[in-house]
Every structure is written in structure tokens, then in C-alpha cells.
């Protein structure tokens, strides 16, 4: 497309008074559709388009406002958030404190100088401190989750001098190029090849993490770290089964290796706890955060570590900086993201929500087991596994056409999430499962699947 000056600033006019703008009448709600679709093809990447069209069958629900934990699309029609943005909305859409916060400091400072002392970083970090289990003191923030996760893996190597590391197979820590050498897929790797140095073991095996240790450690290509999900959420919902994060601890200990726990997804508050390490006692060297750490309203992470992986860091802070990471607006949507998450009990709705849910699920995959095989997860990170991919997404489809929002796991189609914001309502449970159920019998219908249990 050839440079046109003039048509962007006026297309630029055009957008910011939509953004402006309370109420859209049919025809503007139509352009933007139209637009949307068509800018979407031409500059962003048609083949995406069709995956994010596939479950609702045209081009209308382009989404437009939220709050709670329900979205709506341009044409006013809601949608229960079933999916919460892959994790992002633990505190729920817009929730007012955060969006309070954020429009105060908007009013008073957006990015920092570079230079002075920014305060929002150190309350954060102070706050972060506060609420990560054992001697995890030191923050790094970050503006996203991968990035977190690079800078988790820096720090090892500055700490262990080594260059080795260690993953587990369903693992998933994003896309750049360092984290995507944790990320187990080889349909996301394989194009990129090299990556760092990584080994992945299947999860939950202690005894090939042991093996593997031993024998780097034997050879000289020494694991500067274990980087693991203490849930796998990409790789199906998969808990850590108990003892293992645990024995990594152990292990890591004895050949010095740093444990870095992945909590993007499963930190916040989403399991019950703030942590889900907290549930098996457990303190990694490293923690990597995102997602909901900004209270879905503004884009953060961290990368949370012990004295002894700052060493070095602190000697050369130059070794690792970010321009735009930590900034005043992101600092006050995550300072306010953990006020609300502790002032409003959502750890333990989480745990009370997801205890009401699971067996719900259950229940449904006892009555349809020729769909739903199973569900599984803590608190408000839970997972269907279905009998195959097709049916999974079918009854996504299903219930989309029902008002409520689900996916996939990006590296299990088997398995469909269930990640709402925590602060979604039992009436808004009960619809979804209601609509669970009658999407699952569609199913039957559809594809012609004969019942065995008598329904
Ligand atoms: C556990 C985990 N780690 C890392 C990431 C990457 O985060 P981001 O997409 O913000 O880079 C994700 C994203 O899905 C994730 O679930």
C-alpha cells in the first residue's frame, strides 16, 4: 500500500471520535464490522481472521465493551466470559479500582522518566515482595508474559554461570525466542530452530528429572534451570501431581540448578491461593508473572527473584532494562489489581467457585461420556478433556451460539479451559452449565453418537 499522509490523518480523525463516542448507530456499528474485517485481512493476518471467526460462523461479534464477567459485542450482544482472556481477568473486565487507578496516575504521569526514581516500581516490587511465598524479594517488571520469562532465564545464567535448561513436555512460557525454547510444541519451535539449549521431560516425572540433572551435571553441560508450570495451562490443565514441585525443589538444590516457577497463568489468585506453589509448600528461585497481574486493564508482568539471583544484576543492572516495563500506568493497574484481590476475597471465591464448578463437571462427564471424558484443575483453572479435538471445538461452537465465550488450550485441542474472571456470579456458573450441557447434547444429536448412559 503506497504512503497517503493525508488519508491517515483523516483516517485518524475518523477512529478517534468512534473511540470517542458513547453509542454507535446501525450504520456506524455496520462500517466498523466491515472495517474491522477488512482491515483485519489486508494488515493484520488473514489467516488468523478465519481462526477467530470459526466459532462464530460471521463476522458480527466484534467485540466492543466489557465489564464484570461478561463482554458485549458492537451490536449489544453479552457474552459470559467463560475464558477470561486465557487468565488475564482474575479481578474481572474493567474492574472500577483498577480503572480508578489508572486513570488518576493517567492524569499525573503515563511512562516514567528513565532516569528519576520512579515510585509506582518500588511500591509494586514492595507489594510483590508481600505477596510471593519465602525469600523471592526482587522484581523485574516487564510488559508481558514472555518477557517475563526471558527475563527469568537471564537471571539463572547470571546466577549459575550455565546455559542449560530444563522443561517439560505441554509447557507453554510464549513465543520470543528465549521462552519459546520452554515451550514444548514442536509445530511453534520447530521453524526457529536453534533455540537455546533445552531439554524437555515429560511432566510430573521426577525420576527424569533426576536422571537428566545427574547426567548434565556428569557431563559438564551443567542446568542452569528447571522452568516449569506448576499448573500447565497450554498443555491441557494439567496439576503438578503432588510431591513433584516439591522433588524439582530438592533436585535443583543438590545440582544447582534455579527452579523457576511459571505462575502467569496460575498466579493471582486464580487457584485459591495467591500462588499455586503455595498449595504444595514450595519456593521457587524465580517466578515469572503475567496476565492478570495487570487486572486485565493495562499489560504487565514480572520477573520475581531471590537475593542470591540478583547478585549479579545488581553489580550490572545494564544487563538486562526495558524502556516501557514497570511504567506508572501498568505499576497502578497491578497495585490496585491486589488491593482488589485481597480486599474482595477473591482467592477464596476462586477456590469456593471452582469447588462448585469441578464436580459439576464431572457430573456431566459421568452423563456424556461419550463427549466429555473428563475435568479436572483447582479453583478457577479448570479443564474438560473431551473425547476428541472435533468435539471439544463443537461444543465450543455450541455455546458460543449461546452467549458464552470458552477455548481450546493452545497445545492440547483435546481440552477446553475454564478460566473465568474470578468474580463471575453462581448465576452465571449455573447458565454456563446449563448451556454446557445442552451444547453436549447437540453433540449427540449432530453427529448422530448413540448415548450409553441413559440420559
Ligand atoms: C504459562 C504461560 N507462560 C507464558 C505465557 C506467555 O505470555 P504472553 O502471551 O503474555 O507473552 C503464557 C501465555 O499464554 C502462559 O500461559
Known amino acids: 500500500m503506497p504512503q497517503d499522509l493525508n488519508q491517515a490523518k483523516d483516517k485518524a480523525k475518523d477512529v478517534l ?29 488473514e489467516g488468523f481472521l478465519q481462526y477467530r471467526k470459526s466459532v462464530s460462523t460471521d463476522y458480527t461479534a466484534v467485540e466492543w465493551e466489557d465489564d464484570g464477567a461478561v463482554f458485549r459485542d458492537i451490536n449489544g450482544k453479552e457474552f459470559i466470559d467463560m475464558l477470561g482472556g486465557f487468565g488475564i481477568y482474575s479481578v474481572g473486565h474493567r474492574h472500577p479500582k ?4 489508572v486513570r488518576e496516575q493517567l492524569e499525573k504521569q503515563c511512562i516514567h522518566s528513565q532516569e528519576l526514581i520512579d515510585p509506582l516500581r518500588t511500591y509494586l516490587a514492595r507489594l510483590v515482595a508481600l505477596i510471593t511465598p519465602g525469600d523471592l524479594q526482587y522484581s523485574f517488571l516487564t510488559n508481558s508474559g514472555t518477557e517475563s520469562v526471558e527475563a527469568c532465564l537471564k537471571m539463572a545464567m547470571l546466577a549459575t554461570g550455565r546455559h542449560h535448561f530444563v522443561g517439560t513436555v505441554g509447557g507453554f512460557h510464549g513465543k520470543s525466542l528465549g521462552s519459546l525454547g520452554g515451550t514444548s510444541k514442536a509445530v511453534f519451535r520447530a521453524p526457529f530452530l536453534p533455540l537455546m539449549n533445552w531439554t524437555h521431560l515429560p511432566f510430573g516425572d521426577v ?89 486485565g486493564v493495562m499489560p504487565i508482568g514480572a520477573c520475581v527473584g531471590s537475593a542470591k539471583t540478583w547478585e549479579k544484576y545488581v553489580e550490572n543492572p545494564f544487563l538486562h532494562t526495558t524502556t516501557f516495563g514497570g511504567n506508572p500506568l501498568a505499576c497502578a493497574a497491578a ?27 464431572n457430573k456431566l462427564a459421568e452423563k456424556y461420556p461419550e463427549v466429555l471424558a473428563s475435568a479436572r484443575g483447582v479453583g478457577l483453572m479448570l479443564g474438560m478433556e473431551f473425547t476428541n479435538n472435533d468435539l471439544g471445538y463443537q461444543v465450543s461452537k455450541n455455546l458460543f451460539a449461546r452467549n458464552i465465550l470458552i477455548s481450546g488450550t493452545y497445545i492440547n485441542a483435546r481440552v477446553l479451559r475454564v478460566e473465568p ?21 447437540q453433540v449427540y444429536k449432530e453427529q448422530g453418537i448413540a448415548a450409553s448412559v441413559p440420559v
Open 98 to 101: 483498577v480503572i480508578k487507578a
Open 335 to 361: 497495585i490496585a489489581t491486589i488491593s482488589v484481590l485481597l480486599e474482595e476475597g477473591l482467592l477464596d471465591q476462586a477456590r469456593e467457585k471452582g469447588e462448585y464448578m469441578l464436580p459439576r463437571l
Open 207 to 295: 525420576e527424569a528429572l533426576k536422571m537428566t540433572l545427574e547426567c548434565n551435571d556428569f557431563s559438564g553441560d551443567k542446568v542452569a534451570a528447571f522452568l516449569v508450570e506448576p499448573i500447565q495451562g497450554e498443555g491441557g490443565i494439567n496439576v503438578a501431581p503432588p510431591g513433584y514441585l516439591k522433588a524439582a525443589r530438592e533436585l535443583c538444590d543438590k545440582y544447582g540448578a534455579m527452579l523457576i516457577f511459571d505462575e502467569i497463568q496460575c498466579g493471582m489468585g486464580r487457584t485459591g491461593k495467591m500462588f499455586y506453589c503455595e498449595y504444595d509448600d514450595v519456593v521457587p528461585d524465580l517466578m515469572a508473572l503475567g496476565k492478570g497481574f495487570g487486572g
Open 17 to 45: 471520535e468512534l473511540i470517542s463516542k458513547k453509542t454507535l448507530d446501525p450504520g456506524e456499528r455496520k462500517k466498523v464490522v466491515d472495517e474491522s474485517a477488512k482491515y483485519w485481512r489486508d494488515h493484520v493476518n
Open 421 to 441: 474472571p474470578l468474580v463471575i456470579s453462581y448465576e452465571q456458573i449455573d447458565k454456563f452449565l446449563s448451556s454446557l450441557e445442552e451444547s453436549i447434547q
